[in-house]
């Protein structure tokens, strides 16, 4: 019997499926090199009179300069300290959900997560609200009730910065320790148990040294990113001229600004984050191991008793009180008083400061609408990027690979005020100065690996003879695409959407240098209302919170993990 | 292309309707008073801005309520319908500095008139064309202040002024000093904030007018008691309300003007000393989208009925010509004030970057 | 099934395809008649499954020539190369590769649907071929809650829906248990009978190849170690690799104590099952070849034992034998009929 001759498949293109995602690691890389090369060339630029000069003088000044050299230690110590605090909290709060019969485990295991969805700039801002030095919420109410004035801790320092960063990066580790721990085979620990190895000696000698590969990718990310961040310590460090690298690039982009020494700084920056990131790929690549058996053993669950569940509870209670409960309570308290003088009178509580913020005031109406804007388009073309770039690195064979993986994941590390930096440059004498897609793409171009992490990491779990079968079943690349890999990687396309959405709703760093007037996002019209009463910046925050608590209620919905 | 077809008859057939039915044009408050001629003329530019239909401006003052104010002013000062549409943007001065240099040298302007509290700045920029040359009838009432080197006719005046001075809260610290010496003796160490120079360009020009009558040594004594340096006028009035600090030093009037009218308690005083006047220079950009509306915003905001504005909302202090402040307390009359004599036109942004690093070195070595 | 189609049905010449300096098929070349079914065995890596991944167009070889059924799907001398969906072919995947996202009928109309197929027509169709395989009650059912050997006959209806001419098999039945693969065995050739499509094997379990297929072709490094009708190459080694994987005894003649009458061949090679055992050392019968070793262990496989016996210099065979009379440690000899015993060159 012959096949239907009428059934002979239609013929496409050939090329969509080489070109396609050759198009996506291409605009990747281009999105990475080309703001990179415009930073280097005005660095190496000197201006003399109206001629300019190729000159090292840029980055003599950067090695010289004490003040550079200031903020570059101060940058450090957030991030060695930030990261120090989060993996110890993190791996803490990991190990009670995951391997103890703590009480609500389940429900502690989505909260745990909430403070990953917040805006470390709104946290810093709702702790300035409860510990500002004599006038905090709770300086003011233990004072009313003592009958004394104190100062209380400072919020406005190092510490203080590494507290913020540290309570909102802790599920960043958190993420990425938990799920080897859920998964872990019992038996290296048991093996160790009876080989005579006593509990906190398996932990050490076991436990988290089986872990290390997570625990060292989540060390280097919460450090690189508080070392950039740029809003928390200019909410909080600013005000006593404590200077980091992001603050002080920052700087040098205002009037009288230097954008060949800014430059020069994001470079230096940009460099340190190539030579870290190099690092952990040949650190992580020498000691790979695997750490689940694939037996189906289950876990060892640890029955606390009294005492250690009261210590388990109380660790998990305070994280999420200071985290979320705290900082918004007082954000609340803040944004229902028309004035507000360090102590809430429920008697003159309104919502004015909502219904100026939502319907008066043109300008957060427009930054609202911004930021939607910004963060539906720019979810969509990210994970339209991301998922040729995974289709890529999982599934065309290329000897450049992990080169080009290397390469897509440096952004990861660069902080994104020195990214909108390179933009500036790159864009400033291009229409596109002053748009809102210059925003578009430098958000697109700083977090599209978050959305290929995930991406890559459910494709690498679909079986390949899946999509081969439909083209040896007739289907065409493009059909294979439509109906078998798109709908298979739906999970991971949608909470790769989210978590873009999220991140470009809070977004400031990267829009910081980017925005002109209407194009302004919510981020940047909380840093202008502050200039006009704190009432709205408190409004303008919490309706921020409501748009990520909704992305973050759909995100659990998808049940893929944010970091793979 | 169509659009701009119909709008341009539509320009027409106001032009003509303006000079045909004068009746219509004396209906507007801006048109009182003058004759055939100057009525013309202001027709046609209303007309014109119809046909432009908005205005960007950016103030580092004015508070978007005020500005509510100010456009609803305006849109019955030139009986002009809710379609036009005014875009505000506040941004602090170095901010504005920041966005318009970029702005210029993308040549990409976006906004039509800024107001601005960087004198030195002003008249830098002035010589370098990027102001459009625009004689407002209104000008005649600034002689005076242009001859104090507040402005450059045609180009630039100040649509008022302010001064960034000490102010506390009277619920909170008990303070009967008169000068800049009395306050910082009275002020207890590291419960006092003052002007970020580094941060903000109104700061920095403070400084450096203050610089000149106070002397150096008085900010290192100031140094020594632990300051912290804030750049926003609303947060150091936000930390006298709620009692973390005692004294603002970069006080702002306008702040102090709008929290009492929410039920504060602050306080302000003009020192002895002296004070640095920040004058908020407006002028329309040479490049604006929307030239012919920003005539009509400048014609009205130095006029009697802006600077009533102003004065009211703002606390800003009018230097037109026998203007009455409605504040007195607040914003004194302009004659009556003890300015430190700063030549803005002759200080250059190089002298200011010397000032401002003086001004590390002092604070923060 | 027609005996007397064509023999070159499918077409394979001279296919050679590398993995970077690894020579995954080397030259392969052999053709598969219209009707015919035909076993690709071998160990793994022995290129077969990269052999059917180029009949399927999933890989690219070097050189070659492949045609199927009159079109010619891959030619490296004219640079032709269709792909996989213009080869019109039916693949069951080792994985069975079954839509976890679809349904079972949704993934049996499939191949029909990327062939514009009207929708009521392809649903009657696919039904139909559900029937066949018995899976009727089960056609809206999710994919991922039919058990192993469901998931198998759904990959088989999938593969079959659009009456392919030729359909690729890889590893089908590995993944299935005993039972169950004997009964699917038959199933198959069932519906080869009716269905009359041409088979193409791809295994490394020779039961499943020479019940499956009448012609068989055992690969080794990616070339063709033996080839033809399946009995044939089962009953008939002309090389060690060949009788080693088909689980003969293989014994390097050097290393025996008396060459006897085999010296000249460097191997030979017999079946554990044509082996007499007989106590201490006993004349050998006129053709025999006649061996004396010392059992080593023994193993009780049910029927019979199975003793490794150890004939010195490092040489072991393994022997069935039912008496159960010999225990490790005793000193036999075993006797091989000539018939039995095949000298091999290499």
New interface residues.
Partial sequence: MNADPHLTPKKKRMTLQASLPLIGVGVGILLIIGPFLAGLIRSLLLWVGNDPQVSLANYSWLLTDTRIRTAALNSLICGLGAMSVSLVLGTSLAWIVSRTNVPGRETLRTLNLIPFFFSPYVGAIGWIFLIAPYSGLMQTSLGSLLGVSFEGPNIYSLAGVIWILSLFYTPYVYLFVISPLQRMDAAFEDAARVHGASFWTTIRLVTLPLLQPGLLSAALIVFVTSAGLFDVPLALTATKGIRTMPTEVFALVRYPSDLGRAAAFGIFITAITIVLTLWQRAHLSKRRYEIISGKGYKPRVIELRTTGTLIALAIEVLYLLTSVVLPVLALVLVALSPLWTGRFNPATATLANFSYVLFDYSLTRQAILNSLFLAVTGATLGVMLSGLQSYYLIRVRSGFKSFIDAILALPLGIPGIVLSLFFLIFAIRTPLYGTLAILLIAYIARFFPFATRTISAMLSAIHPELEESARANGATWAQTMRFVLLPLLRPALIAAWIMLFIIFIRELGASILLYASGTETISIAMLLLSENSVGYVAALALIQLVLLLTGFSLFRLTKVSAIQ | MKIAHFASIGVAALVLGGAICPAVAQDIPAAKGMNDIERASLMQTIAAAKAEGALNYSDTIIQPTTNDVLVSAFRSYYGLANTFTVNYTLLTSGAMITRVEQELSANRITFDVAAIGSPTWTFERQKTGAFLNYRSGQYDFYQDAIKAGLGVDGYFVLNGGYAQIPIWNTEIFDFKGKSYKDALAAVPAGRFSIGDVVQSESHLTTYAGLRQALGVDYFKDMARKKPTFVGRSELSAQRILTGQDMMAFGGNPSRVHQSNQKGAKLKIFYPEEGFTFLPQMTFIFAKAPHPNAAKLWIDFILSETGQKILADKEALISARAGFQSPIPDIAPNFSSLKIIKVDWEKMSAQELIKYRDEWVSIFNP | MRQDAPDDFVTIRNVTKKFGEFRALDGLSFSVREGGTLALLGPSGCGKTTML?CL???ETPEEGFISI?GKVVFDSAKGINL?????????V???Y?V????SVVENVE????????APAERRARAMEILEIVGLTAFASRSATQLSGGQQQRV?LA??LV????LV?FDEALSNLDAQLREHMRLELQALQDR???TALYVTHDQGEALGLAETIILMNAGQIEASGPARQVFMTHHSSFAARFFGLNVVETARLAAPHAIAGKPFIAFQREYVRISEGVTGPGSDDLVLLGTIATRSFQGLADEYAIDLGNDVSVRVLDRSGAFSPGQAVSIAISRKDLFLLDA
Avoid: I, T
């Avoid at chain 3, 659009?162 to 001419?165: E, S, T």
């Fill in positions: 991944r399927a167009g999933l059924a792909n996989p969906e213009d080869r019109g072919l039916g693949v995947f080792q994985s590769a839509w976890p996202h679809m499939f191949p029909l649907r990327v062939r514009g197929v990959a999938r593969a659009h009456k392919p001419a690729l269905l009359g499509f």
